[in-house]
């Protein structure tokens, strides 16, 4: 059953603490990305990768990091350096079109 | 400055009539569009596309349309129901491989019973 797993669902953080969100796909799919959705505000590319060990800054990439050592694997480092964490965050993959995970919501305390 | 618009943040329909959401681009090497459905807390899933070699395309009860001319395009849903009611993103692509997608900020389309 081939898809994109995002974990955990609902994250809680102190402030001034780094988090990693996680994303894994089966798709076998060549790029995957990070996209941050704010209320009223679409979404918006964080960080994505066309090809293992490689990866480009979005618009908004500053406060995050990732690493792309695997296929499968895009994950996520919210630093605190990122001033406003507090968001939903979706990872994707694209072949043509681009598919949605079903996305965590950071929440920082 | 925003590439893709969709200038209503919001539309209400009765169930049973026609949706019609609207979305505006600015770059004019866009090539290749997509609208995707998005429920709360879940991520977006793909809808429908089109390319810019045609001006219409259908997939049951949705209907994407595409006038070039004007950069803008228009997500058609008959008849509304219930469960259509989402948040709807637009979404543009310069095509050719490694392009991203730039999407636009989405419209609340609520379907009344």
């Known amino acids: 059953d081939g898809g994109i797993t995002q974990s955990p669902k609902y994250l809680f953080r102190k402030e001034g603490q780094n988090v990693t969100l996680s994303c894994e796909q089966n798709l076998n799919h060549d790029a995957m990305y990070w996209y941050r959705q704010d209320p009223g505000q679409g979404l918006r590319l964080i960080y994505y990768s066309q090809i293992v060990n490689d990866f480009q800054k979005g618009d908004i990439a500053e406060g995050y990091s990732v690493s792309r050592e695997k296929k499968e694997s895009f994950p996520l480092t919210v630093t605190s350096a990122q001033k406003n964490p507090t968001a939903f965050y979706l990872c994707a993959t694209k072949f043509n079109e681009q598919f949605f995970g079903p996305g965590t919501r950071l929440t920082v305390l | 400055d925003q590439q893709v618009k969709q200038n209503s943040p919001s539309l209400s329909v009765q169930e049973g009539r026609i949706s019609i959401l609207n979305c505006d681009y600015t770059n004019s090497m866009f090539d290749y569009f997509l609208w995707y459905k998005k429920y709360p807390a879940e991520g977006p899933t793909f809808l429908i596309s089109i390319s810019s070699i045609k001006d219409k395309n259908e997939d049951g009860r949705f209907t994407v349309f595409l006038n070039k001319s004007a950069k803008h395009l228009s997500l058609h849903i008959v008849p509304s129901q219930p469960g259509d009611s989402a948040v709807y993103f637009c979404?543009?692509?310069?095509?050719?491989?490694?392009?991203?997608?730039?999407f636009g900020p989405g419209t609340r389309l609520s379907v009344l019973p």
């Open positions: 979404a543009a692509s310069g095509g050719g491989y490694g392009q991203n997608f730039v």
